[in-house]
Structure formats: structure tokens, C-alpha cells
């Protein structure tokens, strides 16, 4: 059975650092690609960054580059997204999703419990 | 960037009744739409990939229509479980969500 467990969720100042993980088991977590997607509280859903199956290769939502780092362990299974310099509108609850791979753009067949994330002072 | 327009935004039907959901691209996607269920307090899932695929496990009273830049999910015999947000998304230039259809029991 497929699982995507989120963790490091919390309130945080803003302008402060929180780092999410998402442990995954039952699959070959090395041969997918991977996904973050977010949704604001009531509000909709918002994709937030990719990421290869080797890692190599990362891609961001515009409002988020230069901010996020998202990183990925295959011989731990885990991912990890790094959010520095947290804005009030990165409020959501953040999922980790898996990519189930098509030959245009992410889609998003498994999704993790959701961790929360508030950006307050 | 491509637009999704979900309609409508909300939606209260009776059990057993046939129910439509529509959502347009401002271009065209081709086939590369796929629609999720959200249930209350839980976390999407996939119901419909390629535009009509249905995904693996989920129930054949859920079909998917449509191509370019028109598409509908259609809810056949409407049951209880299906009181969620259901909400569309283009893969074909990168990915897209729509804001969703929120179907309630009437």
C-alpha cells in the first residue's frame, strides 16, 4: 500500500525557516517523480514544486523560487522541502504527492495526510 | 499560464440524481485533464486522468468527457459518499487547478 507521511509542519514568524519531510513507503520511490502541493485555508489547490526521480532536477511555482528547496533521499525514501524567508501567504496545509508520470505535466495519483504550516507573527 | 474555469462553484443535488460538473481551459489541453475529489477534512484523490480514464478503485459511476478545451465529470446515481470538492486540472502546459465545485446534499 502506497504511503506518503508528512511531517515539520508548525507556526513560524515570518521571515523565519521551517523544513517539511514526507517519508514514503510501499513503492519504488526512486522511480517517481515527486510533488508538493498546497492548499490555503477554504481555498483551493496550488502545485508548489517537482522533483526528478533522481533528484537532479527541480522545478518551483514563481512565488516560491528562490525561497524553497526541495530535495529528495531515495535510499531513505523521504523527501524534504526547505522554506526559507516564509511569507503570510504561504499559510496551507502542504501535501506530498506522488507523480504517477505522464509525457506532458505532473499528475497527481497519491497524496499524503497534509501538514499544516502557518506563517504568523 | 492556463486558465481553469470550474462550474459551477457550488452545487446541492438528491441522492440517486445524475450530476455535471464542467470545467474550460482558456486553451487548448487536449486530453491532458484530470479531476479530483476532495472529501471533507481529507486529502484529494485521483478520479479521472486523460481527461476520461477512470483511475484504478474508483467507481464506474464517476466518467469524465470533453477535449481541447471543454471538459465534464458526471456523477451517475449520486450517493452519499460523494459530498466533496471536486476539482479539475490541466497537465498538458505544466499543471493548473481549477478553484473547484463543491457538491452538497440537497
Known amino acids: 500500500e502506497v504511503q506518503l507521511v508528512e511531517s515539520g509542519g508548525g507556526l513560524v514568524q515570518p521571515g523565519r525557516s521551517l523544513k517539511l519531510s514526507c517519508a514514503a513507503s510501499?513503492?519504488?520511490?526512486?522511480?517517481?517523480?515527486m510533488a508538493w502541493v498546497r492548499q490555503a485555508p477554504t481555498k483551493g489547490l496550488e502545485w508548489v514544486a517537482s522533483i526528478t526521480n533522481s533528484g537532479g532536477t527541480t522545478y518551483y511555482r514563481d512565488s516560491v523560487k528562490g525561497r524553497f528547496t526541495f530535495s529528495r533521499d531515495n535510499a531513505m525514501s523521504t523527501l524534504y522541502l526547505q522554506m526559507d524567508s516564509l511569507r503570510s501567504e504561504d499559510t496551507a496545509t502542504y501535501y506530498c504527492?506522488?507523480?504517477?508520470?505522464?509525457?506532458?505535466?505532473?499528475?497527481?495519483?497519491?497524496w499524503g495526510q497534509g501538514v499544516m504550516v502557518t506563517v504568523s507573527s | 499560464d492556463i486558465q481553469m474555469t470550474q462550474s459551477p462553484a457550488s452545487l446541492s443535488a438528491s441522492l440517486g440524481e445524475t450530476v455535471t460538473i464542467e470545467c474550460r481551459a482558456s486553451e487548448d489541453i487536449y486530453n491532458g485533464l484530470a479531476w479530483y475529489q476532495q472529501k471533507p477534512g481529507k486529502s484529494p484523490q485521483l478520479l479521472i486522468y486523460?481527461?476520461?480514464s477512470l483511475q484504478t478503485g474508483v467507481p464506474s459511476r464517476f466518467s469524465g468527457s470533453g477535449f481541447g478545451t471543454q471538459f465534464s465529470l458526471k456523477i451517475n446515481s449520486l450517493q452519499v459518499e460523494d459530498v466533496a470538492t471536486y476539482f479539475c486540472?490541466?497537465?498538458?502546459?505544466?499543471?493548473?487547478f481549477g478553484a473547484g465545485t463543491k457538491l452538497e446534499l440537497k
Open positions: 486523460n481527461a476520461n
Open positions: 510501499g513503492f519504488t520511490f526512486s522511480n517517481y517523480y
Open positions: 504527492t506522488r507523480d504517477q508520470g505522464t509525457t506532458r505535466g505532473p499528475l497527481f495519483d497519491y
Open positions: 486540472q490541466q497537465y498538458y502546459d505544466y499543471n493548473t
